[in-house]
Every structure is written in C-alpha cells, then in structure tokens.
C-alpha cells in the first residue's frame, strides 16, 4: 500500500515538471517578452529597399525647357504691374520716326551699268544669270525660288536691276564681294528701331504677335525689334508700322482682375454702388449677355472699389497689368499671362477694339470689351465713355470658368473686372505745356479735352 502511494506521488511530480516546462517555452515564445530583438521595418517598391538612408530616385526626365525658364520674360513686369497711385489719364509722347533695316545684305555691288534688258518666265536665278553673262559674278539660291517674273529693266545701275529683279520674285540677295557671288533666298532679317516710349512697343508687338510672329527679339536697352520672315512677313510690318504712324492717338488700359467671395450665402448687392459712391460717379450701365459693365467718374478707382467689395466679400487679386492698341486697332490681355498664380480664370482674354474722336459733338472713347475664353465669346460690351472714366465688370460667375461636375467653390462667387483707359497723344511735345513725364496738366490738360 505504501509503495503505490509512492508511486503515485512520483508520477504527480513528473506531470507538475512537464507543465512547467510547458509554460516556461511558452514564455520563452511571448513576442512581448522584453528581451526579445527588434527588427527594422523594411520597405519595398520595385524590388529596390526603401529606408531612411535612401537616395531619392526619380524617372528620367525629357530635354525640355523647365516650366520656370519658359516662362521667363522681360515684357511681363511692364505689361503685369499697374502704378495706381501715378496714373496718367491724358500722356504725349513724341512723334518719332519708326525705322525698319534689313540685316545681312552683304557686301555693296560693283559699279556696274546695264543695258536695256527683258525677260520672259524665268526665276530669278536665270533671269540674273542671264543679266550678268559675260562678268565674274555668279548667283546662287539658298533655298528652292521657283517664282517666275517677267518684264524689262532700262538701261541703268546693276544694283538697282538686281534690287528689282529680286522684288518681282519676292526674294532677297546678298553679295559676297570676296567670292563674286549673289546670294538668293526667300526669307530675311530686319531690324526695327522703335521710339523710346515703352507703350509703342508693346502695342507694336501686340499686332505682331496677332499677325503670328512669335521669332521676335527686343532689346529694351536700345529700344530695338530684330525679325526674320518672307515676303509676306514685310509687308505685313510695313502695313503696321505706316498705319502706327499716321495715328494721333493710341490708348491703354490698367487692369485689376479680382476673385470674390460672399461672406454670406447671397450674392454681392451691386445696388449698394449708388450709396457707396453717389448717383453722379455713377454713369452708366451695360447689360451683356453674362454679367454687366459700369462706367464710372474718375473719383471711383481701385482703392474705392476694393473697399466697398470688403464691405459683404473676401477679395482675391488674381490678375492685374495693361496693354495698348492704335487709334481704331483691335488687342488683348491675357488674365494667365499677367496671373498671381494658377487659377480657374487663366484661361479668360480681355479683348478690346476701341477708337478716341468726335461722338455727336463730344470726344468720347469708343470701345468695345470682350471677354473669351478658350471655348469662345463669354460676354461683351459696347462702351462710349469719356477721358477719365473708368469701367467696373460685374456679376461674371467664376462657375463659368468650372470645368468639373461638382466644385467646393461657392455659386455666389464671382469675377470682377477694374478697367482704367488712358489716352496718348502723339504730338510734337513743343507745342503742349506738359511736365517731363509727358502728362498734361492743368490748362494745358483742360484745353487738350476741349480741343
């Protein structure tokens, strides 16, 4: 009896240890257990390990001009600022000469005189080959010529037969002196020296770059255009140029383009102008097809506008610059060009055609503002106005600029469109009292706007 006492007694210890041991490798396995290593978290993305020791690794990159380097540009802070504070409603500037040479005539002729000589149907290669048959001048074509001319050249200097001859195919020569050779194309280059006013400029290119010249280099130091082109390309500039000319007048718009926002869930009460600014600052109103065009006195600019939209709305400057056209000409502002930043508005042009003279007996400003975007005409408005007057744009939805179906943008916020119109006389200077800037002032200023 006592020995299966015992016996029981030592298979009960044996069970007890086996339990131990158990829950002992049981602890050992606990991922909690505070002795047990840690390892770093390792990342994976296209079988290359990625830690906090990693050299960034980016995609090859095509040889294209960085998006910052494109959109380098001396005009952008002439044409984006505004001086609000030193605005000149009537500027003269002088009546300069605006001169167009050619580049890279090369050398001059020989002293050379022909006879009478005609020509039937030929380019002008064979026509030349033919007019210096007999000399030590050759001719060559830098590029394919295959106009045929036909006519006579009177007996007279060889320079003025090749100049002709040259015309009439609508090509350019150059001489070589050295190796006796006349050099034909059909495309040249040209330099315009411009006067120093810097809206001349700038309205010049604008009609250039509306003609589809985009190969132009100004140099604003000497107040210099350099081109290249055709035939065609020449007498496009030629027309602009005479038709600058024989302007009197140019004219030119500062612009602020803003972004408002009701402070509410209702739209801005436009109506509150007339209090703001009393009924005689207010001067007249143009419904378009969106939105609609004030004209008010000169006491009513950006300063007075912004302070009365503060008033219900937040306020975003989005855009602001200036551009010029001739007396009668057509140009644009592009609100991206000129932007603060990306914005659903960057796609909107400001257009305007507008001509300065006698309206029924009154000097008035004609114009005409239209705004486009890339899917076409938004809205436009006919304004006769005066010198001095200025025009507020109101009620442009910015939900007409939304391309998505839904927008966190609220319906309520809108476009508002500041725009300054000024007037430059191209006059002899001498003969109107003006401070140095041009700007007429006092009886000088009184005696221009009732001339």
């Not at 411009?194 to 001349?200: A, F, L």
């Not at 100004?218 to 081109?227: R, S």
């Amino acid at each position: 009896m006592k020995k299966h006492l015992f016996d029981l007694l030592k298979r009960g210890v044996a069970i007890m240890c086996a339990v131990c041991g158990i829950v002992a490798l049981a602890a050992c396995q606990n991922p909690n257990q505070t002795d047990e290593p840690e390892y770093d978290t390792v990342t994976v993305i296209d079988n290359l390990v990625i830690d906090e020791n990693s050299v960034p690794i980016f995609p090859k990159k095509a040889a294209l001009t960085t998006d910052t380097a494109r959109r380098f540009s001396i005009e952008l802070p002439k044409r984006c600022s505004v001086d609000w504070n030193n605005q000149n409603v009537v500027s003269v500037v002088p009546e300069e000469r605006i001169e167009v040479v050619r580049l890279d005539t090369g050398d001059k002729l020989p002293d050379l005189k022909v006879s009478d000589y005609e020509f039937k149907k030929l380019t002008v290669r064979e026509a030349l080959e033919k007019l210096l048959d007999g000399t030590d001048i050759s001719v060559e074509e830098d590029g394919e010529l295959i106009e045929k001319i036909s006519g006579t050249i009177a007996s007279g200097a060889l320079s003025d037969a090749v100049e002709l001859m040259a015309k009439m195919g609508r090509a350019y020569y150059s001489y070589d002196e050295y190796e006796g050779v006349i050099h034909l194309t059909n495309r040249a280059k040209w330099l315009i020296k411009m006067p120093k006013n810097e809206t001349i400029i700038m309205a010049l290119l604008d009609a250039m770059h509306g003609a589809d010249m985009r190969n132009l280099l100004v140099n604003w130091q000497d107040k210099t255009i350099m081109f290249e082109g055709n035939y065609q390309t020449e007498r496009e500039v030629a027309r602009m140029i005479a038709d600058i000319s024989s302007k009197k007048y140019m004219l030119a718009w500062d612009i602020d383009v803003y972004r408002v926002y009701p402070r509410t869930d209702n739209p801005i009460i436009w109506m509150n102008l007339f209090p703001a600014f009393g009924d005689k600052n207010i001067k007249m109103s143009i419904p378009g097809v969106v939105g609609r065009a004030v004209v008010v006195g000169p006491e009513i600019n950006t300063k007075t506008l912004q302070e009365f939209m503060y008033q219900q709305a937040n306020v975003v400057l989005i855009s602001q610059g200036t551009f010029a056209i001739p007396n009668g000409w057509q140009s644009r502002f592009d609100i991206g060009q000129c932007g603060k930043e990306e914005r659903l508005e960057t796609d909107l042009t400001i257009g305007a055609t507008a001509k300065y003279g006698n309206m029924g007996g009154l000097n008035k400003i004609d114009a005409k503002i239209v705004l486009r975007t890339s899917n076409g005409e938004l809205s436009s408005f006919t304004i006769p106005s005066s010198v001095g007057d200025n025009y507020i744009i109101v009620g442009i939805p910015t939900h007409s600029f939304v391309t998505t179906p839904e927008t966190l943008i609220s319906p309520f916020a809108e476009l508002v469109v500041f725009m300054s119109p000024r007037l430059i006389s191209i006059v002899d200077p001498a003969s109107v009292k003006t401070t140095d800037t041009g700007m007429l002032v006092g009886d000088a200023l009184r005696a221009f706007l009732n001339d």
